[in-house]
């Protein structure tokens, strides 16, 4: 994760600047991964891929990324930046050919640079692929090697990279017996789509740490078709049907309009990462059976259960902690309002010139609405406290703008502990729950109470009725993949 970072220094005649990274309070997304199979071969599926990716924006802001094949041969354009600025009506027009992948990325493993943007593609005498990837493989360093090792020559500094260069080495045994190989090489989460010249991929990992999704063209007009998202708001996106979840451990590969299911793993525990549900997923996605914005307000019900307040308004924090505000205030009674704005048009860094524009700079990203919280006790719900500094600014700018009291409601447990499997984590020490107790952080904060709602309660809000389980381990330290240097 970015923080904030001087540029320049006083050597050089360039004024002091200081990066401000107002979302550095939250976990960063990951990726997003879409593909789609057009069973009409004179079609060409680039531009709906494109609208794919920008519903799938959230997942990732600093590269794009969109590959098609056309009679085997495949074509891809990837740029630095958001879908809109990478992609024009001219660069989807050059990208032909009836299926494509396309990929949004927040790094991870390897640095920003279009070097490590996706997809990946791989040309070899056999045939091309492309492959999109969100997660983190645990044992890139070792799989590197060893294709290093056997004379394979690397572009990037990304993990995924070992994957693309995996399967074209293994693609004389045949497609489905290049990508099971592969796949039972790598370790650690992946929601894969790969793209060859007459198929579509997708895998996701043992243990569906990371989403995937399967979705229907029934459309006529495109002759109909197939789609893989991360969410399944960009099935909706595209016109879609959306059919069902990727399995963890299952392999699907559409072929002429065919979809055949390979599972290529024992049977291993589900460990969906609870926190797409707590923040990184869109609420209009359904993940795995369960709504996103349904187990937001779940969980907002929840904290009202568990650490009910008297107060005459609860806000949540924009986005995600608005539907568990509204779930807060049914469940105690308490009066909800939009008492928190947010700039919708900040990107993820600004640039400040000096340490005091950029303590000016808090209510940039957002800004409370004095008349609604003048005089008022007043609960905040937040979906999560990474660093603290988010919510200590909004204290500030709650009690200047006349709240009478503060208190902080959180729809997720103390993040304690490092994420391996995809997410942007910063070093434990950064972690302020890892180093406060919750009295103590209330104190930093200068709240007038703080609570986080409870393990137990957190999986209670994303139970859809059936037996799941779910990764904990930002809040456990319980993975469910032995994670080196960790204890599993
Ligand atoms: S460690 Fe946390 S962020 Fe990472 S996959 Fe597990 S629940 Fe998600």
Same mark, same amino acid.
């Given at each position: 994760?970015?923080?904030?970072?001087?540029?320049?220094?006083?050597?050089?005649?360039?004024?002091?600047?200081?990066?401000?990274?107002?979302?550095?309070d939250?976990?960063?997304?990951?990726?997003?991964?879409?593909?789609?199979?057009?069973?009409?071969?004179?079609?060409?599926?680039?531009?709906? /891929?494109?609208?794919?990716?920008?519903?799938?924006?959230?997942?990732?802001?600093?590269?794009?990324?969109?590959?098609?094949?056309?009679?085997?041969?495949?074509?891809?354009?990837?740029?630095?930046?958001?879908?809109?600025?990478?992609?024009?009506?001219?660069?989807?027009?050059?990208?032909?050919?009836?299926?494509?992948?396309?990929?949004?990325?927040?790094?991870?493993?390897?640095?920003?640079?279009?070097?490590?943007?996706?997809?990946?593609?791989?040309?070899?005498?056999?045939?091309?692929?492309?492959?999109?990837?969100?997660?983190?493989?645990?044992?890139?360093?070792?799989?590197?090697?060893?294709?290093?090792?056997?004379?394979?020559?690397?572009?990037?500094?990304?993990?995924?990279?070992?994957?693309?260069?995996?399967?074209?080495?293994?693609?004389?045994?045949?497609?489905?017996? /290049?990508?099971?190989?592969?796949?039972?090489?790598?370790?650690?989460?992946?929601?894969?789509?790969?793209?060859?010249?007459?198929?579509?991929?997708?895998?996701?990992?043992?243990?569906?740490?990371?989403?995937?999704?399967?979705?229907?063209?029934?459309?006529?007009?495109?002759?109909?078709?197939?789609?893989?998202?991360?969410?399944?708001?960009?099935?909706?996106?595209?016109?879609?049907?959306?059919?069902?979840?990727?399995?963890?451990?299952?392999?699907? &590969?559409?072929?002429?309009?065919?979809?055949?299911?390979?599972?290529?793993?024992?049977?291993?525990?589900?460990?969906?990462?609870?926190?797409?549900?707590?923040?990184?997923?869109?609420?209009?996605?359904? &993940?795995?059976?369960?709504?996103?914005?349904?187990?937001?307000?779940?969980?907002?019900?929840?904290l009202g259960?568990e650490s009910a307040v008297v107060a005459?308004?609860v806000v949540?924090v924009?986005?995600?902690g608005?539907?568990a505000a509204?779930?807060y205030?049914?469940?105690?009674?308490?009066?909800?309002?939009?008492?928190?704005?947010?700039?919708?048009?900040?990107?993820?860094?600004?640039?400040?010139?000096?340490?005091?524009?950029?303590?000016? /700079?808090?209510?940039?990203?957002?800004?409370?609405?004095?008349?609604?919280?003048?005089?008022?006790r007043v609960v905040v719900i937040d979906d999560s406290i990474v660093r603290g500094t988010t919510s200590r600014r909004l204290v500030s700018?709650l009690r200047?703008?006349?709240a009478?009291e503060v208190h902080i409601r959180v729809c997720s447990p103390p993040v304690r502990?490092?994420?391996?499997?995809? &997410?942007?984590?910063?070093?434990?020490?950064?972690l302020i729950s890892?180093e406060n107790s919750v009295t103590e952080l209330c104190k930093s904060l200068g709240a007038d109470s703080l609570a986080f709602i409870s393990?137990?309660g957190?999986?209670?809000?994303?139970?859809?009725?059936?037996?799941?389980?779910?990764?904990?381990?930002?809040?456990?330290?319980?993975?469910?993949?032995?994670?080196?240097?960790?204890?599993?």
């Amino acid at each position: 994760m970015k923080s904030s970072t001087e540029l320049g220094d006083s050597g050089d005649d360039k004024p002091r600047q200081i990066i401000y990274t107002p979302d550095e309070d939250k976990l960063s997304e990951e990726c997003g991964v879409f593909g789609v199979f057009l069973n009409d071969p004179a079609r060409d599926a680039a531009s709906l /891929a494109y609208y794919g990716l920008l519903s799938l924006q959230h997942r990732g802001q600093e590269s794009a990324g969109l590959a098609a094949a056309r009679d085997g041969t495949i074509e891809c354009r990837k740029g630095m930046g958001l879908v809109g600025d990478v992609f024009n009506t001219d660069t989807i027009a050059q990208l032909k050919g009836s299926s494509a992948v396309g990929h949004v990325r927040y790094s991870t493993t390897g640095s920003s640079c279009v070097e490590n943007a996706q997809p990946f593609v791989s040309r070899f005498k056999l045939g091309s692929i492309a492959v999109a990837h969100n997660g983190t493989l645990t044992n890139a360093d070792v799989v590197r090697e060893l294709l290093e090792d056997a004379g394979i020559g690397f572009i990037s500094s990304s993990d995924s990279e070992v994957i693309v260069n995996l399967i074209a080495k293994n693609y004389k045994k045949g497609l489905e017996k /290049a990508l099971t190989d592969t796949i039972k090489f790598i370790k650690g989460s992946y929601a894969l789509v790969v793209l060859t010249g007459d198929s579509l991929v997708g895998a996701r990992d043992p243990n569906g740490i990371r989403p995937l999704c399967l979705g229907k063209l029934a459309d006529q007009r495109s002759g109909g078709g197939w789609i893989l998202a991360s969410e399944s708001c960009a099935i909706d996106a595209v016109g879609g049907e959306f059919v069902r979840d990727i399995e963890p451990g299952e392999l699907i &590969i559409i072929n002429k309009g065919d979809v055949l299911s390979f599972s290529f793993s024992e049977k291993t525990r589900r460990a969906v990462c609870s926190f797409e549900y707590v923040y990184f997923a869109r609420p209009d996605s359904i &993940i795995d059976k369960v709504d996103v914005y349904g187990s937001r307000i779940r969980a907002g019900e929840i904290l009202g259960r568990e650490s009910a307040v008297v107060a005459d308004l609860v806000v949540g924090v924009p986005d995600s902690g608005v539907p568990a505000a509204i779930g807060y205030g049914r469940a105690t009674g308490t009066l909800f309002g939009l008492g928190i704005v947010k700039s919708k048009y900040v990107g993820r860094t600004f640039i400040a010139p000096d340490q005091a524009a950029r303590e000016k /700079a808090v209510s940039v990203k957002h800004n409370v609405i004095h008349r609604e919280v003048q005089g008022k006790r007043v609960v905040v719900i937040d979906d999560s406290i990474v660093r603290g500094t988010t919510s200590r600014r909004l204290v500030s700018i709650l009690r200047k703008a006349g709240a009478r009291e503060v208190h902080i409601r959180v729809c997720s447990p103390p993040v304690r502990f490092p994420c391996y499997f995809g &997410i942007d984590t910063p070093h434990r020490k950064d972690l302020i729950s890892n180093e406060n107790s919750v009295t103590e952080l209330c104190k930093s904060l200068g709240a007038d109470s703080l609570a986080f709602i409870s393990v137990a309660g957190l999986l209670e809000s994303l139970d859809a009725g059936e037996e799941k389980s779910y990764c904990l381990g930002c809040f456990t330290g319980e993975y469910p993949i032995p994670v080196s240097g960790e204890e599993a």
